[in-house]
């Protein structure tokens, strides 16, 4: 939740994670300790990582915490080709379409980005980010693996649970774009 709510999700710097690290993990485990020893190139920093977002992200062992970041970011492409795959073949009037038509189809729905918009009507601002797409993605590989994750007052995951998915939409939108 915390990451899907910066607004570049892509770089987190090491103040910006050690920071809401000790803030997570005084939250979830008051009794820590020296909350000094969680900085990058310490041992615990990294059994932190893996700690925290086994228990955030209900992941399993993957052996380095900052992987299972990368993950929830990849996860964005991977996830982003099914909705695509199905709407390609939803058409009853084309069926599987050729190799062409897909091209086509793709390249009209990236034409001034109309795959964001609920309508593909780019002219209509209102509809903007709420497309098939967008909701399916932003659903699937955000929204639902984070439902679980514990609220920390001090980040405020509570409302980031409600509000908070200005990079989860950022890597949405750009996964989409990508995948069409």
Known sequence: MWAGSLADPWTIS???????????????????????????????FNIVWLVLFTLLLDSCFLGQACQRLCQWR???????????A??????????????AQAQELCSKLLEDFTFLYSDQNP?????????????????HAHLRPCADSPDVPQLKI???????V????????AAVCIAF
């Open 86 to 99: 199905h709407f390609l073949v939803s058409n009853p009037e084309i069926g599987v379409p050729s190799l």
């Open 166 to 173: 200005k990079g989860a939409l950022a890597l949405t939108c």
């Open 123 to 139: 002219r209509k601002l209102e509809n903007i980010f709420q497309s098939y797409f967008v909701l399916y993605l932003l659903g």
């Open 14 to 44: 090491d103040d910006e994670l050690v920071r809401s690290l000790r803030i997570i993990i005084l939250t979830i485990a008051p009794d820590f300790g020296d909350l000094n020893d969680i900085r990058p190139g310490m041992a615990i």
């Open 74 to 84: 990849s996860n964005f492409g991977s996830t982003a080709i099914a909705p695509i």
């Open 158 to 164: 509570g409302d980031l649970k409600k509000f908070g």
